[in-house]
């Protein structure tokens, strides 16, 4: 039953030249691999000494040579940058990432769909560091392409069971009461390849609907309020975007309440136009697709829409045939971002092994970690400060002895939920369905230090 | 003493055309202002009513006519991107604002410096949102210009009094436990002008030599525990950084081995060149020089070393003539960025006051606005989380009803030390010192709405 199985399907854009993985991962480049692996390991060596004492092995980086050291031939001849005049302030009005790293895009999976309009790029994971997603490489998912709308000629109606429907300008909303809250989105769909044992190749297609933001707008409860909604028999909301392909979706009103928000910033700055400049629906713990960009319209309603985007798309097969509807709320996930698949590990001894935890349920309170594939765990350190419905970084120390390794991360969240095996999910729901995998992610070392994907039952 | 004497002086990147404040400050075009003085006032109308029901006017928003309402011309008029195909995904693998944003820049005061290389860019806090600074948005400030540093050539050397003096690459620092923590960076000049009663135009000019980010990196502690330095001698640590300034500053031991990290990533990715790519110093709580950049030196040592960039820069000029030194804790301090100068409000009703409060000893507990020059105070609503040594929003409900009105914000941090005056400041710091202005600072409003930047006493 802990046996792994390896069903790695190596996709057309992780072969690309360039896109190897280097010092983000905490890894290096393919010429640097190749350089060690031809004997010259002297830049990365042995265990990390302050935390695993108990390994044999030298120290992380370079020793110095006592007092009588004369430095490295690299600090010696001092580079132009410590001698020359550099650039100016604001040369960059809009400042910009390092040329060195060009390679960090988010990339869409060539064949998913059939127009790139309607498609998804991905983040990538591997490459990121604490819960903000930088705006630059925020997820995509469109169903009709994205436009960027000018602010001042966008409106948002909010009408159906209200007192007084009303249509909002951009300047009407940001002079309301405001609040800026951070949280997780994901795509139903994320990790939606797994169903079917089509084990893709990076944490950057596995889990790369996934972004996290500090939200800045308003509360919807706010707009209903002052629309005059009728609190007796309003039991749903409706939400509209303004893009091609009319995305409507349906909210409970407990929930529209409770904590959504028409919002027009992300991470300090206005919304960027792929994520639904000037103004999306903000749900935290509900499916991507609930958040609705561009967004046009509110409606007010005692049912139910069943739209097309809630019983053609967004839907859960199970064995029998049947769909799951309304199946919104993205239960209690985690994965190991670093190391992952198509990444290499260099060196045996200490490595940071980190990933990201998240539940639409709340709080996460706990991640455990195992090496060996789910007979043994050990629980990770969880960065804070602990937020509702947004990412949790978790670390922990590993020290490799070269031996193959399964990774994986289980998380637990305030409800007491505890992210299920692959096999416990498929128990339930089958392996016909396309949402809502939240199922233990592992990770294979292999002696080489290659990582790749492998489901374990 | 409450009288307010207007000072403004007006720089001349302020009269710039294509500087005008529009959506994302609540506020609109010049081309818009002129509507609205010429007399169209229907797109923006008295009080919202849900907060302000004591004052007479009518709703925010363009009331609908009941049901028989068939809408609006521009809702009617479907616009090209509810009837097309829009762009495809990672159309841009690595996003940018807006068309419409372009205005939002960070900028360098003329004059300021002789040259450019060595100057301030400030960012534009007027139009940001939440806490959260976008990195293409973090001030700058160089001491001989920025670099774009290849990490695979970058070095940090830890020496000095410990045991083991070592030379890290980026592999090595990538690979040990990491932290990642959200902290403010404030110049310690921020605000300087102010010292002179030169109150320049605009909270990007006045206090935009500040910014907010997660941080990710290795904490100082670890390196230092790794290298085994002189726990009982080594009272200081001496950083410098790897350009042409060769920026150097010490920092006391218990501030080392309390929450300062060697820093790789601002936001989720790798540190932006202009913010010291591959790495910095993240020096929670002190001013910004010594955040070190581009880092290629941590010395431990007995005694602190008196640099230039700590004793010809970054001292305080008290008024007997004598500099304070090592002054480097950024004392507690707000301000409200909407409204604020160079900002028009368009009409009576109700605003969402907004604004910024922060303390490098800790958290913020509480801020107070007054919209009278400080004789009257009320509490605002502050933002969660509540982190220490990190940026807090606030914001508070005002009814504005046409009469002049001077607004301030005065925020308390966990010490109980209460942000002062700035005659209170004045008092024990003359005016003849450049930094470490953390006074109460006043805007006023005039009756045709226009936000400008007053001295109180």
């Known amino acids: 039953m802990d046996r792994p199985r390896r069903r790695v399907v190596r996709m057309p854009t992780d072969a690309k030249p360039g896109r190897v993985q280097r010092a983000p991962e905490g890894f290096l480049t393919q010429q640097q691999i190749a350089a060690v692996q031809s004997g010259r390991r002297d830049f990365l060596r042995g265990a990390f000494v302050a935390a695993s004492a108990a390994v044999a092995g030298t120290a992380i980086a370079q020793p110095l040579r006592g007092s009588d050291f004369k430095g490295e031939s690299e600090i010696l001849e001092l580079p132009e940058h410590t001698k020359g005049l550099g650039q100016p302030v604001a040369a960059r009005g809009y400042g910009s990432p390092s040329q060195f790293e060009q390679n960090l895009q988010r990339r869409e999976s060539p064949g998913l769909t059939r127009v790139s309009a309607a498609s998804v790029s991905f983040a990538p994971l591997q490459a990121l560091f604490g819960i903000i997603t930088p705006n630059g490489l925020h997820f995509e998912r469109h169903h009709q392409g994205w436009w960027d709308i000018d602010p001042s000629k966008h409106r948002l109606m909010v009408m159906g069971m209200v007192k007084q429907p009303k249509v909002y300008t951009m300047d009407d909303l940001m002079r309301l009461p405001s609040v800026s809250r951070m949280h997780f989105i994901e795509c139903g769909a994320n990790t939606g390849m797994e169903w079917g044992n089509v084990a893709v190749p990076t944490v950057q297609y596995t889990h790369g609907m996934l972004s996290c933001c500090e939200y800045t707008g308003v509360l919807l409860s706010t707009l209903l309020d002052d629309c005059g909604f009728d609190r007796k028999n309003g039991k749903f909301i409706l939400a509209e975007g303004a893009d091609g392909s009319s995305m409507t979706r349906t909210i409970s009103m407990d929930r529209a309440l409770d904590d959504v928000m028409v919002a027009w910033a992300m991470n300090g700055?206005?919304?960027?136009?792929?994520?639904?400049?000037?103004?999306?629906?903000?749900?935290?713990?509900?499916?991507?697709?609930?958040?609705?960009?561009?967004?046009?319209?509110?409606?007010?309603?005692?049912?139910?829409?069943?739209?097309?985007?809630?019983?053609?798309?967004?839907?859960?097969?199970?064995?029998?045939?049947?769909?799951?509807?309304y199946s919104s709320i993205q239960e209690c996930k985690s994965v190991i971002t670093t190391p992952s698949g198509g990444q290499t590990i260099l060196d045996k001894g200490f490595h940071n092994v980190t990933g990201l935890a998240w539940s639409g349920r709340g709080r996460i309170k706990r991640v455990d970690v195992s090496f060996d594939g789910g007979r043994n765990w050990r629980t990770a350190r969880l960065e804070n400060p602990e937020m509702p419905k947004c990412l949790r970084r978790f670390n922990i120390d590993w020290v490799w002895n070269g031996a193959p390794a399964i990774l994986q991360s289980r998380a637990i969240d305030e409800t007491g939920y505890v992210q299920p095996k692959i096999n416990q999910l498929r128990a339930v729901r089958g392996s016909r369905s396309i949402y809502h995998n939240n199922a233990i992610q592992s990770w294979k070392v292999a002696e080489t230090g290659e990582v790749s994907n492998v489901q374990v039952y």
Not at 278 to 300: M, Y
């Open 269 to 325: 700055e206005m919304l960027r136009p792929e994520n639904g400049y000037p103004i999306r629906l903000v749900a935290p713990g509900l499916q991507g697709v609930s958040w609705v960009k561009w967004l046009r319209r509110i409606e007010v309603g005692d049912q139910p829409w069943a739209t097309k985007d809630e019983t053609l798309h967004y839907v859960d097969l199970m064995p029998d045939g049947v769909h799951r509807q």
